[in-house]
């Protein structure tokens, strides 16, 4: 089955800089990923995706980069801000279900 | 989008007995489901409902557990049945609308004591 988990529980940022947040994913069935950022006491919010043709997408702040190769995917945030403090999820997805990967915490430090 | 309306937004129960969680959208969809979020974990897939049919159960959740129904397009529930405290959990609905971008509601947090 579908399996996606992250490296780092945990990672802290500097207000401006850039955060990367990374993901690896075991099964390479997946037809998408999908990036989820979740607030204390919210259910996830969707960020962006890509699809598993492609290996870049960019948003407003936000690239994710995908490398089939190596299985990895990830999150950059450009000039990261208190509102990006959260726990952001790394999922995979197919024509129906959504699985989730195990979550990263990003803090962002004044 | 969809806008998607969960309750009730929390309770605590007593071990032994039953909670019935409903999940209202705004619009139709196609596709929910429910979710589970144990205590500083991520999220694991339950089940995804089915609308005039079974739900389908992902490896490890059974229907005596937790029962699904989905009526029709815009509504569903989840019972969570003879609870004990490692039920005690965040449960999420969610659906999707055709694309790839799935909603979630805002959970239910259940305490068992």
């Known amino acids: 089955g579908e399996s996606v988990g992250l490296h780092l529980p945990t990672l802290s940022v500097q207000e401006g800089d850039n955060s990367i947040i990374n993901c690896a994913y075991s099964?390479?069935?997946?037809?998408?990923f999908i990036w989820y950022k979740q607030e204390s006491g919210k259910g996830p919010q969707f960020i962006i995706d890509i699809r598993s043709n492609m290996d870049k997408r960019q948003g407003q702040r936000v690239t994710v980069l995908l490398n089939k190769t190596v299985k990895h995917l990830s999150l950059q945030i450009a000039a990261t801000q208190p509102g990006d403090s959260a726990v952001y999820f790394c999922?995979?997805?197919?024509?129906?279900?959504?699985?989730f990967g195990k979550g990263t915490r990003l803090h962002i430090l004044p | 989008s969809a806008v998607i309306s969960q309750k009730p937004s929390r309770d605590i129960c007593q071990r032994g007995t039953s909670l019935t969680i409903q999940c209202q959208v705004d619009?139709?969809?196609?596709?929910m489901f429910w979710y589970r979020q144990q205590p500083g974990q991520s999220l694991t897939l339950i089940a995804t409902a089915n609308q005039g049919s079974e739900a389908t159960y992902e490896s490890g959740f059974v229907i005596d557990k937790f029962p699904i129904s989905r009526p029709n397009l815009t509504f569903s529930t989840l019972t969570v049945s003879n609870m004990s405290p490692e039920d005690s959990s965040i449960y999420l609905c969610?659906?999707?609308?055709?694309?790839?971008?799935?909603?979630f509601g805002q959970g239910t947090r259940l305490t068992v004591v």
């Open positions: 999922a995979g997805g197919g024509d129906d279900k959504i699985i």
């Open positions: 619009s139709q969809v196609t596709m």
């Open positions: 099964n390479s069935a997946s037809d998408y």
């Open positions: 969610s659906v999707r609308t055709g694309n790839t971008e799935a909603f």
